[in-house]
């Protein structure tokens, strides 16, 4: 079983809609980050997490420590969502362990 | 087949020193990314190199901070004169391709540099 896990894999939908992407993990973590990866390659730090939510434009991400779980949601979804987001943890040796992305395709 | 492995996982030096970090890329993958992690921040780009040639450097410090991917063996990112706040985990990841998400990032497990 993978340390971190992410849900779903693949996640098609419609522009305008509410987007949840799960991770679990279960390792001792220092912190959780979010990022995305854009279709042109590059990777983008979306959120680093220990505690609580934290909201930056259409993107929420929160995290329960006690249920090793965090979710990225994105409101009013759009074309330009589409990417591959990635949940990363830095656990106890500040070492990063990668979950294996979600794909999302919005479609207008 | 074994994924980005990085080298070494620790590395602590003084003041003055230079610091070298070793990346080899997952089989097949010739395009290289370097990231910084500062404490308490996120993962910051640094620099993008295929085979010999450095593509991105746009996130690469001006002075004292190198990086190559030769022919042959690991990408190396080489910091001289190290200073207290060039501590931080750097990370390295590769690719395929320079096309995501059909050619996604695999990353490392990171080397914890720590200057005293």
């Known amino acids: 079983k993978n340390e971190v896990e992410q849900s779903p894999q693949n996640l098609t939908a419609q522009e305008g809609e509410f987007i949840t992407i799960n991770c679990s993990y279960s390792?001792?973590?220092?912190?959780l980050h979010w990022l995305q990866q854009h279709p042109g390659g590059g990777i983008v730090s979306l959120f680093m997490l220990s505690s609580g939510k934290k909201k930056h434009g259409r993107l929420i991400a929160t995290i329960n420590i006690q249920e090793k779980h965090s979710s990225l949601h994105i409101t009013a979804s759009h074309p330009r969502d589409s990417a591959v987001y990635i949940c990363a943890v830095n656990d106890s040796n500040y070492q990063l362990i990668w979950g294996a992305g979600t794909k999302l395709i919005i479609k207008p | 087949n074994a994924g980005v492995m990085q080298n070494p996982r620790h590395l602590v030096r003084r003041r003055g020193q230079e610091a070298r970090l070793r990346c080899s890329p997952m089989?097949?993958?010739?395009?290289v990314y370097w990231y910084r992690q500062l404490p308490e921040e996120g993962l910051k780009f640094m620099v993008y190199l295929q085979k010999e040639n450095i593509i991105d450097e746009s996130g690469m410090p001006k002075e004292r901070f190198s990086a190559e991917f030769p022919k042959e063996g690991p990408s190396i990112l080489r910091i001289q004169q190290v200073v207290r706040g060039d501590s931080a985990a750097y990370f390295c990841a590769s690719s395929q391709t320079h096309r995501g998400p059909n050619s996604p990032l695999h990353f490392g497990n990171g080397t914890r540099l720590t200057v005293t």
């Open positions: 390792v001792g973590i220092s912190a």
């Open positions: 089989k097949g993958h010739s395009h």
